[in-house]
């Protein structure tokens, strides 16, 4: 199992094609681009205190995820402490369904990009449209804060409104439960 600490600055972007060319010249490299569906779940009440917990099921190339989470706002940006772990029995969706019922499908193209300890999502939601993800991964030797601040201001005039939860909360906003 993975664990890892990050923390995110996501916002609604009317056009990728300037932040690509800052993320360039910033020193940032494409990767991929990737189509993932993201299942979530209900999770039976818990302790909250540390975070919203979230639970999904992300399929890409038909190989699964499964991804719990805990998430809090602070400090301008999203704090995520993540486990994750490979899911690849095609049945396990099903499983989860009938287990804790879901509550969104959030389906996406995602542009990702990379610099050192720092991802960059450029994502096409389905039903939502185009959202920019900064994901900056704590790593030894690393002010990951000063980094959210750095890509907050290079970015920044890219955003057209920040956004504090997850795509599922926006997808769940406009579609029933599936």
């Given amino acids: 199992m993975q664990r890892k600490l990050n923390r995110e600055?996501?916002?609604?972007?009317?056009?990728?094609?300037?932040?690509?060319?800052?993320?360039?010249?910033?020193?940032?490299?494409?990767?991929?681009?990737?189509?993932?569906?993201?299942?979530?779940?209900n999770l039976p009440d818990g302790d909250d205190s540390q975070g919203n917990r979230r639970l999904k099921l992300r399929v890409e190339k038909g190989t699964g995820t499964l991804i719990y989470y805990r998430e809090r706002q602070e400090a301008g940006a999203r704090t995520s402490q993540v486990r994750m772990s490979s899911a690849d029995d095609p049945g396990l969706k099903d499983v989860l369904q009938a287990a804790l019922g879901a509550t969104a499908t959030v389906r996406k193209r995602r542009e990702l990009w990379r610099k050192d300890n720092v991802i960059f999502n450029l994502d096409t939601v389905e039903g939502v449209g185009q959202i920019l993800e900064v994901e900056v991964q704590d790593e030894e030797g690393c002010d990951i804060d000063a980094q959210v601040d750095e890509y907050r201001s290079l970015l920044g005039p890219y955003f057209s409104g920040y956004i504090t939860g997850s795509n599922e909360d926006l997808v769940a906003a406009i579609t029933p439960p599936p």
Avoid: S
């Fill in 9 to 41: 600055l996501k916002a609604h972007c009317a056009d990728f094609a300037p932040v690509r060319e800052i993320l360039a010249g910033h020193g940032a490299v494409f990767v991929e681009v990737k189509e993932q569906v993201d299942y979530y779940y």
